[in-house]
């Protein structure tokens, strides 16, 4: 690797760095369209094993022997700062290693995504980046083999989603989808049943349905407010609900997720 010192925090080589709250992800086109940030090495490093390209690293000198660990002779340039100078063209202090400017790579089909996948995690319409990272860890920890995403969720590689999921956005097969009318019948071709989580009176517990979870499933999660559309409901063929006591309604979005691979992991019949 190439390691280049920078001690200007307006040097324009740390462009793709500059100012990176989760607001000004959301309206910058060059990470929407070609790159994303991924923060920390543990994170870089899973990023690189799953083929990602960087276009550069933005790091302090206490980080650098884990990066040359990671890339040796690789040809990427490592802009070596001082604290104040990555602190000022990121915008946050960074403490957990180092960040990286990777090329973001194509989304693969939908049909090749969902081909041979036993469960499905489908995120319609979530607007928290946390939310959305804390998906994927609970899909890569509890045995979903992919992650469908609606067009108006919020990106799995923006930086809180990234780092949220402690990298395994790049661990789970995912891309999106356009909306139901595409979703619903690519399930259907593959044998795939959709249940939907959300509050319904009529809605069958998580419990009962897990006890006859079909050999092959999507599980539908909706927004942080409204839930799933009904759009989403209409294409369920079961909507499927977790009981809750002490006064609480729901659970968050991504504890629900989890919740919910577990006992289709562990359905009643199996438990000791």
């Known amino acids: 690797m190439h390691e280049i010192r920078i001690d200007d925090p307006a040097d324009p080589r740390l462009d793709d760095y500059r100012g990176l709250t989760d607001t000004a992800l ?21 990023a690189v094993l799953a083929g990602h390209r960087p276009r550069s690293v933005l790091t302090q000198e206490r980080w650098l022997d884990g990066l040359r660990t990671l890339f040796g002779d690789a040809d990427v340039e490592v802009y070596v700062c001082p604290d104040a100078v990555v602190e000022a063209a990121a915008g946050f202090p960074v403490h957990r290693g180092a960040l990286a400017a990777m090329h973001r790579p194509a989304l693969p089909p939908l049909a090749d995504v969902i081909r041979g996948s036993r469960t499905i995690l489908v995120l319609e319409d979530l607007v928290e980046h ?16 992919a992650v469908l995403v609606s067009a108006r969720c919020a990106d799995p590689l923006y930086r809180r989603s990234v780092k949220v999921s402690t990298g395994t956005v790049f661990q789970v097969p995912w891309t999106r989808f356009d909306g139901w009318d595409e979703l619903a019948p690519a399930l259907r071709t593959e044998g795939i049943a959709l249940a939907a989580l959300a509050l319904d009176d009529d809605a069958e517990t998580l419990e009962s349905y897990a006890a006859r979870r079909p050999e092959r499933i999507a599980l539908a999660f909706g927004s942080e407010g409204p839930g799933l559309t009904a ?42």
Request: aromatic content about 4%; charged content about 15%.
């Open 26 to 46: 959301r309206v910058r086109s060059d990470v929407d369209g070609g790159l994303y940030i991924a923060e920390s090495l543990k994170v870089i490093e899973r």
């Open 130 to 145: 946390q939310n959305v990272g804390s998906a994927f860890r609970a899909a890569a920890a509890l045995g979903a083999d």
């Open 231 to 272: 759009q989403a409901l209409a294409a369920a063929d079961a909507v499927v609900t977790i009981p809750m006591a002490g006064g609480v309604d729901s659970l968050n979005v991504a504890s629900t997720a989890a919740v919910a691979l577990w006992a289709l992991q562990h359905p009643p019949a199996s438990r000791p």
